[in-house]
């Protein structure tokens, strides 16, 4: 019984550190989860507007390059409208619904 | 008497508070339901609403509500003899804070985790919400303003302690850079930056920092409290994960080390208190006892401000109803085991019956002050801690908390004035640094308003503080006694509580508008009479709110 007793210790104590540092993480995000998810929000949308602001008349230099963005924002352009109040996307040439 | 029987009886009361009073109100009034979809899992988005551990989330509402405020009030209405103090923590938590904050809670996650500024316009109506609004406005000035003049006098009487407090802002802004860039583990990350405040705490003595009597033309004290609210604007117009969630994380930290080492203390040096039970030579000018007592121990006792925090955020992580009774109801224990400590602190600290007599001179002396020298004499008896770095310790855990607070303090400040921008209009007040400087601007002018040029009797306000707090409180204990009413459960819980605090807070305002007028004070007495409306108005719209109610049908919610 003994050697296996050594063994399971260590893997305990590791659950027992793995636990804590979970609590730990949990005491440290949890206040400020929702006001940093909406910090990255406002920067998400600081991006689309980046990607697509040849679309809304405003000139774009690399417009080549956001172009080929475009595709991959399309699930969350659908959000984003969404989010703003605008049931249909509010641009003719992005048919996202 | 020896401070350990005072330590037995308060913590023994308030935990037999928790054991048997919480579970009365949790079963019997607001009949907390485990199978209830609470708010966290009905809206579970992963960003406000989250369940959590109810482990967790105490360690969250405990440490948002216990600031510098359980310490300053406590540490000064000693004044008046330890026992109506202590009287006023024990049976303030178990009867007014714990029904309090666990109520908020129950009323919030009730009805879609809305906070209690929200509840209030849905429950009482919307003028309530009006009023609940001007309240918050108030005390949210008020604790900026004394929380810059308590810094601000810890820092002149407590040279070593200025390098280990701005020192501790740094190690908050290194913290986070570990965690945000580097992914640094959170619980070495943690125990580095303990370790580097202790540090901090432990050569500060070593190096005394003192302003120059005067700094260009203003006093060292004038001075501290404009570099203070310069520090407060910058770092709550900073992104919260800069330096405001770790500086947080530290305090919390830092609340539990301190509190258990105080109360280790206690038990091992046995400390007697000097302070008399009742003080029959209270120095003149001093204030009533009743009923100043319960406006200025509000905080430590019953708090508007954690109705804010438990409805705010509290509410939409709760995990099971049944959790409500933990969190909010042991974590007000938790509050009140901080404002016990500082009562010990104040009156066991000292010597002779002389030696404290000598401190609390004057109504708003003592205050902490007088918790830092008796908690670094306990703390050296008991832990065979230095004076000077004990000192230091409670000094720098007093000025973080209060720093802490004015951050936030500062930050909801704005939001209010940028609210205030789009509301009417006025583009300017709605950008971060035109309101931020607008909070700061009105803060500086009451510190200032109400101590003078120098900014020293800042601390005049306190009562005032107190009751704008307790005014607070009154509207969340209406919301929730209105609901209690409508559901047809025995109300007398949160009414009693509530009549009182009315009570209180308006004998005190007119004992403090009295005071003003003779001392012609204008300025306070203009603030006292804003307050004073501010009280009149939340007591008519308790009587509307009832009249209201019994006319209504009830319902199962609201």
Known sequence: ?97 | MNAILLMVLGLGGMAAGYFFYSRFIADRIYRFDPEFVTPAHEFDDGVDYVPTSKFVLWGHHFTSVAGAAPIVGPAIAVIWGWLPAFLWVVFGTVFFAGVHDSGAIWASVRNRGLSIGSLTGHVVGKRARSIFMIVIFLVLLMVNAVFGVVIAGLLIKNPGSVVPIWGAIAVALLIGQLIYRFKFNLGLVSLFGVAALYGLIFIGPSVPVSLPETVVGLSASAAWILILFAYAAIASLLPVWVLLQPRDYINGLQLFVGLILLYAAVLIGSPEVVAPMFNHNVPEGAPPLIPLLFVTIACGAISGFHGLVASGTTSKQLNRETDARFVGYFGSVGEGALALAAIIAACAGFASLEDWQSVYSAFGQGGVQAFVDGGAVILNRGVGIDTAISGTMLTVMAALFAGTTMDTGLRLQRYIFQEFGEIYGIRWLGRPLPATLMAVGCCVLLAFGAGGADGSGGLLIWPLFGTTNQLLAGLTLLVITVMLVRLKRPVWITLVPLVFLLMMTLAALLIQLNEFYRKEDWFLLSLDLVVLIAAILVTLECVAAFRKTEKQPVGDEL
């Open chain 1, 1 to 97: 019984m003994e050697p296996s007793n050594k063994t399971v210790l260590p893997r305990n104590l590791k659950l027992v550190f793995r636990r804590i540092g979970e609590q730990l993480e949990a005491y440290y995000s949890g206040p400020y989860r929702s006001v940093l998810a909406r910090a990255e929000r406002d920067e998400e949308d600081l991006f689309m507007l980046l990607v697509y602001a040849e679309s809304l008349g405003i000139p774009n230099p690399v417009s080549l390059y956001t172009l080929e963005l475009q595709p991959l924002m399309l699930e969350r352009f659908h959000e984003w409208h969404q989010r703003m109040g605008m049931e249909r996307s509010p641009l003719d040439e992005m048919r996202c619904c």
